[in-house]
């Protein structure tokens, strides 16, 4: 069973912005660590960013840093990426997973679904 | 970087897999004597799936086939007889620092 569900994907033009949910299902999101992690459709995987527990250390990949934030409000359950300045290389299935309780240095052992951006004009 | 070889591999059913995964810089802290390493398996359609984290501990539910080896820089994930349900793609990744980047993926299909 899934225990985060991502939302908020869809189509985009070049330069727009689009913020993603993750939600936790039947799971609190704010005792971990939260990860999102990109997949180009038929390719790899990309990690993306990650948010303490409290939101107060995030990390982002070179390649979104300055466009993306990540965010979160545990009274929601929630954790955010927002996603500005969207170019066509950042199409792909974004994916919310869990990471450490105590650590940010810990894999990601729950994985969401999945939601699809595709960047198209 | 980490970096996996070979990118994919046809194997018959019953006989072993071996997956390599290297990475450009030791993900072994020392202060516990822990290899920062986790390896994942992806099937078609399905998010990826934690197999073994800490190089070595393995994720309840695994099967035993699936056996891993290795410290610092080079790392192996071998499957001791294959079986149907484990036609996937494979990662490594290191969360010894950021980014936790991921290898570029093993396809391992049937022969």
């Known amino acids: 069973e899934t225990q985060v569900r991502e939302s908020g994907g869809g189509l985009v033009q070049p330069g727009g912005s689009l913020r993603l949910t993750c939600t936790g299902w039947e799971f609190t999101l704010s005792a971990r660590w939260m990860t999102w992690v990109r997949q180009v459709p038929g390719k790899g995987l990309e990690w993306v960013a990650n948010i303490k527990k409290d939101g107060s250390e995030v990390h982002y990949v070179d390649s979104v840093e300055g466009r993306f934030t990540i965010s979160r409000d545990n009274a929601k359950n929630s954790v955010y990426l927002q996603m500005n300045s969207l170019r066509a290389d950042d199409t792909g299935v974004y994916y919310c997973a869990t990471a450490g309780d105590s650590s940010a240095y810990r894999p990601n052992d729950n994985w969401g679904q999945g939601t699809l951006v595709t960047v198209s004009s | 970087v980490m970096t996996q070889f070979p990118d994919s591999l046809a194997v018959s059913l019953g006989e072993r897999a071996t997956i390599h995964c290297k990475s450009s810089?030791?993900?072994?802290?020392?202060?516990?004597?822990?290899?920062?390493l986790a390896w994942y398996q992806q099937k078609p359609g399905q998010p990826p799936k934690l197999l073994f984290h800490?190089?070595?501990t393995r994720q309840p539910g695994v099967p035993d086939r699936f056996s891993v080896y290795g410290s610092g820089t080079d790392f192996t994930l071998t499957i001791s007889s294959l079986q149907a349900e484990d036609v996937a793609v494979y990662y490594c990744?290191?969360?010894?620092?950021?980014?936790?980047?991921f290898g570029q993926g093993t396809t391992v299909e049937i022969k």
């Open positions: 990744q290191q969360y010894y620092d950021h980014p936790q980047t």
């Open positions: 810089q030791s993900v072994f802290y020392n202060d516990n004597k822990k290899d920062y």
């Open positions: 800490w190089a070595s």
